[in-house]
């Protein structure tokens, strides 16, 4: 006997396939062009992935372990919007303690940072490290959220300088460097002896440093850390270049030190580019020197913070 089968019903079944293989066509459109919507709309929102957790998959290449000297890394932004999630991917996430100072909440153009004004803003960052971390870094680090920093060429630096030494380094790339300036644009970096010395001999003391409010931040700086009785040390290499370099590293030719340390002026895509060459990329023909049996493990990630400069005190 044949079985009769309504030819209406096997319509209907390819008709529920046409229609649920239509919705997920639909769905994933509408998926893509919320992503771009994102993009173009969110300044946090990265196209690039996280990376691998770096202290999972390689070691670092230094003879100096970071857990023997502590570094307090503190971002400088007027708008932590914009950067922070990618400092944070990449080379932040080799600093012991990371800090972001600015607005968290930025999202006018008054709040962006000028020269004029920036001392003040520095010795209220300056005082609010000093009261709340003090006593768990030997030193401090201060960079401006434009610049990449190589964080085990700064270990390696510091590890022939003595933290309860008052001195400090930046770039010594600068004409006002003759007169004892040095320049932050690439970065500061304080012993913790250098901050002591800032806070309870220089800040707030009219005869020492400015108590204006308004300043070029390192003429301002310089001239009171010296007043202080706080060195400002040479960060140049044996042949005279330098470490802290106040331009990007294509710009930098001529000047870039082979233990460079940090680099001013890099926008989101250096710091993703300069990740990768450093510590993924390893060129055929070329060994990466310590052996890998003496390279030394960098501590795990420690939390990150953030401190809205209209509340430090």
Request: charge should be neutral; charged fraction near 20%; hydrophobic fraction near 35%.
């Amino acid at each position: 006997m044949k079985i009769f089968r309504p030819q209406h019903k096997v319509n209907n079944n390819w008709e529920l396939l046409l229609m649920l293989l239509f919705g997920l066509i639909c769905g994933a459109c509408l998926s893509t062009l919320l992503q771009r919507a994102r993009k173009s709309t969110d300044p946090t929102y990265s196209q690039y992935p996280a990376p691998e957790d770096f202290t999972s998959s390689q070691s670092v290449s230094t003879s100096i372990s970071n857990a023997t000297t502590r570094i307090l890394c503190m971002i400088v932004s007027s708008s932590l919007q914009s950067r922070a999630l990618h400092i944070e991917r990449t080379w932040g996430r080799r600093c012991h303690k990371l800090l972001f100072m600015g607005n968290p909440a930025d999202n006018t153009a008054k709040l962006r940072e000028r020269h004029t004004n920036s001392w003040t803003k520095t010795r209220a960052h300056l005082q609010h490290v000093y009261q709340h971390y003090y006593d768990d870094y030997d030193w401090f680090l201060k960079v401006p959220d434009d610049t990449y920093v190589i964080m085990e060429n700064l270990q390696h630096f510091l590890a022939s300088h003595s933290p309860e030494s008052p001195i400090y380094f930046g770039s010594n790339d600068w004409e006002q460097s003759k007169q004892g300036f040095v320049s932050g644009a690439a970065g500061y970096v304080f012993s913790k002896a250098a901050l002591h010395r800032f806070i309870n001999l220089g800040h707030g003391n009219g005869n020492l440093c400015s108590n204006r409010s308004y300043g070029i931040d390192h003429v301002e700086l310089s001239r009171c850390l010296r007043n202080a009785g706080v060195i400002a040390g040479d960060s140049r290499d044996e042949d005279g270049l330098l470490r802290f370099l106040p331009v990007p590293p294509y710009k930098s030719h001529g000047l870039l030190s082979s233990s460079a340390i940090s680099f001013h002026y890099s926008n989101v895509e250096d710091f993703y580019m300069l990740d990768y060459v450093i510590y993924q990329l390893h060129p055929f023909g070329l060994s990466r020197d310590p052996p890998q049996h003496q390279l030394k493990v960098i501590p795990q990630k420690w939390p990150i913070e953030l401190a809205n400069i209209s509340q430090l005190h």
